[in-house]
């Protein structure tokens, strides 16, 4: 991969006429910088470290999400200004560029998926952190920095102790550092951006800590600048919180994370709550709350032993739970639902009133499982629902295992050929917290339960 080509075709986009002085330019020309900049730091590690020093594994991990963070750029372009004619041909190199990329790693990646030297996680954690995000108790445990609104801890906002993490992380690189948030509402846009490696935070419990925002689309926000609650930085933990954007159903696009480890978290939103934007994520004993797409991006991700919670919608709209973003079938994401639960949200009333369904294929090659999953009888025989028309119905990779409960007959499924009912385990380890994320090699230092197999 010519890694000069890739800053010469980014800068040119960056740079094109005008484009950031238009009427909502400005924010996605934000999104374009931070994204940019964020694969930039991972395509240089890939492209300056040595041969064997970066596994098959990171690197197919760092260039999906490469090609990912592009293709968010120009998606925020096009949405404020689709009257803009950009300098074409660069982001067209550059996308060209990354897939090629994509496709050089892919065949030297067959059968090393337990080749895991040198993970962006697992090189940079401190020892001293093992085991602390699964262990972590309010009475003894180390924190670095406390969040309480009424004044008794080091801060009084969220942003205020991040701040101070990020002047401590210029000085030590190494230590994980932990923020304990008490409990409160806060509300506040939190961005933890690719210089905070490392960062650990801890509530007091779901719906006692709350991050929240109000931020959305309908606002003047594109969808990853919506956000309440932004992850760039490698290895961030949390647990015991909630993460919520509290824009109704009547709002679109209503953002609440990316990337690393959640333990016991609650993510609340309705229309696209959790972006699962790109890169290795693992999330334990969540709560997911939503209505339209609200588990989407192109991440690698596992959610397990979590409850999917299905919110009311908009009249005559359905509930569709998943919208996975693959855009070529060399990137190895995907999201995986493995041991969980799918029910109605305890304040909707939805039998009879709203079909359900287990996702829908935002991209081309949209690649989603539930596995071992108890499917709740909202979910529509059918199972899965079109984007529009026949659009990504033969490309897409859609995928069922031995799912429990009355939504989780097959007989009735959608007959498209990109939709798959395993027959046996081999088919289904492809998409196991081992297999799809690599997990073996850095959850463990977290300290949170997991399965590794199917």
């Not at 986009?13 to 930039?40: H, P, Q």
């Not at 009475?139 to 080091?154: E, L, P, Y």
């Not at 205020?160 to 304990?180: G, M, P, T, Y």
């Not at 395993?422 to 380890?429: P, Y």
Request: proline content about 3%; aromatic content about 10%.
């Amino acid at each position: 991969m010519s890694f000069g080509t890739y800053l010469d075709d980014k800068t040119e986009i960056v740079n094109a006429k005008n484009w950031s002085t238009e009427r909502g330019g400005s924010t996605a020309f934000s999104d374009c910088m931070k994204l940019y900049e964020d694969s930039e730091y991972r395509l240089r590690r890939l492209v300056l470290i040595g041969d064997g020093e970066i596994s098959g594994d990171d690197g197919l991990a760092w260039l999906s999400g490469a090609l990912t963070s592009h293709l968010t750029c120009l998606d925020g372009v096009h949405q404020f200004l689709p009257q803009l004619t950009m300098q074409t041909c660069y982001h067209q190199n550059l996308t060209i560029l990354l897939r090629r990329a994509l496709d050089l790693y892919a065949p030297g990646d067959q059968g090393t998926e337990n080749d895991h030297k040198a993970g962006p996680l697992r090189s940079s954690n401190s020892s001293t952190s093992e085991g602390l995000l699964g262990s972590w108790k309010t009475s003894t445990s180390r924190t670095d920095f406390v969040v309480a609104k009424d004044g008794t801890g080091t801060h009084k906002t969220v942003n205020e102790a991040v701040a101070a993490a990020l002047a401590h992380r210029k000085r030590n690189q190494n230590d994980r550092l932990v923020i304990h948030v008490k409990a409160g509402v806060y509300t506040e846009k939190v961005e933890i951006t690719r210089e905070m490696k490392n960062l650990m935070f801890v509530g007091d419990g779901i719906d006692r800590t709350v991050i929240t925002g109000k931020r959305n689309v309908i606002d003047g926000a594109t969808t990853f600048n919506s956000a309440s609650f932004i992850v760039s930085g490698d290895g961030f933990w949390a647990r015991d919180m909630t993460f919520e954007n509290t824009a109704g159903p009547e709002k679109q696009q209503a953002v609440a994370s990316d990337l690393s480890v959640f333990y016991r978290c609650s993510f609340k939103g309705f229309q696209d709550t959790l972006f699962v934007h790109s890169q290795r994520q693992f999330y334990r004993d969540c709560h997911v709350y939503g209505t339209i797409d609200f588990i989407f991006g192109n991440a690698a991700v596992v959610l397990q032993n979590c409850d999917i919670l299905l919110r009311q919608p908009m009249q005559h709209q359905g509930n569709m739970i998943t919208a996975q973003g693959r855009e070529d079938p060399n990137e190895r994401t995907g999201i995986s639902i493995h041991m969980s639960r799918v029910v109605a949200a305890p304040d909707s009333q939805l039998k009879g009133t709203t079909r359900s369904y287990l996702g829908r294929p935002w991209k081309k090659f949209s690649r989603t499982v539930f596995m071992k999953t108890d499917l709740d009888g909202l979910i529509d025989p059918e199972g899965w629902t079109e984007w529009s028309g026949s659009f990504a119905i033969s490309t897409l990779f859609y995928g069922e295992y031995m799912n429990t409960g009355v939504g989780a007959s097959t007989e009735r499924r959608v007959k498209w050929p990109g939709f798959h009912v395993f027959r046996d385990a081999r088919e289904a380890t492809p998409f196991t917290a081992a297999t799809l994320i690599q997990g073996e090699s850095w959850i463990p230092m977290s300290g949170v339960p997991f399965f590794a197999g199917v």
